[in-house]
Nanobody
Framework: QVHVAESGGGLVQPGGSLRLSCGWGGLPLDNYAIGWFRQAPGKGREGNSCVSKSEGVTYSGDSMKGRFTMSRDAGKNMVYLQMNSLKPEGTAVYYC????????????????????WGRGTKVTVSS
């Protein structure tokens, strides 16, 4: 069965940095995409970045290139989200999610297109 799990959240001061990690397994198809999302209190879930076999890393929503950077481990089922210069509005639960299809998968796509989600890792940016 497909599974995904993220980790690395915690409490950080404004301007600080965190690196989130996400691993997965059990994908039934080779065509997939994996994305990072966040959900702040009282707000909907929004995408930050995504990578697929057919595309490089794509940033979306309010993601900021150079401040949030997604990367992939070529030899493992692992992706990362390096978050630098964190702001209080970055406080949220961050999720890693997967989607797959027979055809090539497009990044980032709508939130509901992602089939399997991790449990989330909480990031709190506060003094």
């Amino acid at each position: 069965q497909v599974h995904v799990a993220e980790s690395g959240g915690g409490l950080v001061q404004p301007g600080g940095s965190l690196r989130l990690s996400c691993g997965w397994g059990g994908l039934p198809l080779d065509n997939y995409a994996i994305g990072w999302f966040r959900q702040a209190p009282g707000k909907g879930r929004e995408g930050n970045s995504c990578v697929s076999k057919s595309e490089g890393v794509t940033y979306s929503g309010d993601s900021m290139k150079g401040r949030f950077t997604m990367s992939r481990d070529a030899g493992k089922n692992m992706v990362y989200l390096q978050m630098n210069s964190l702001k209080p509005e970055g406080t949220a639960v961050y999720y890693c999610a997967l989607k797959w299809d027979i055809k090539d998968v497009i990044c980032p796509g709508v939130v509901e297109s992602y089939s399997t989600w991790g449990r989330g890792t909480k990031v709190t940016v506060s003094s």
